[in-house]
Nanobody, 121 residues
Framework: QVQLMESGGGLVQAGQSLRLSCAASGNIFRINNMAWYRQAPGKQRDMVATITRGGSTNYADSVKGRFTISRDNVMNTVYLQMDSLKPEDTAVYYC???????????????WGQGTQVTVSS
């Protein structure tokens, strides 16, 4: 079993920064893709940023140039640096990870519990 633990959310003013962290633990052989998603009240969950094991990244258009995703493969941790935050970035942010389990032939895809980010104007 694999678990994700997120941290770093909070309340900030527009223009400020936050850094989210998400650490994976459990029966992990290798994590391939990691990602951040977000869900605002009354809306669907949308992709924010993704990163492969090799470091290739992809961003939603709404966050390009403001957010940076990175990872530490040794610590099985993914980060989301959020700069120049806007009120429309307010949402619950979820971490996602997919990869190979420690049992031969096993795979996993798991979600974190979510962390609230609120940006006031």
């Amino acid at each position: 079993q694999v678990q994700l633990m997120e941290s770093g959310g909070g309340l900030v003013q527009a223009g400020q920064s936050l850094r989210l962290s998400c650490a994976a633990s459990g029966n992990i052989f290798r994590i391939n893709n990691m990602a951040w998603y977000r869900q605002a009240p009354g809306k669907q969950r949308d992709m924010v940023a993704t990163i492969t094991r090799g470091g290739s990244t992809n961003y939603a258009d709404s966050v390009k140039g403001r957010f940076t995703i990175s990872r530490d493969n040794v610590m099985n941790t993914v980060y989301l640096q959020m700069d120049s935050l806007k009120p429309e970035d307010t949402a619950v942010y979820y971490c996602n990870a997919a990869g190979l389990g420690s049992s031969i032939g096993s795979t996993f895809e798991v979600w974190g519990q979510g962390t609230q980010v609120t940006v006031s104007s």
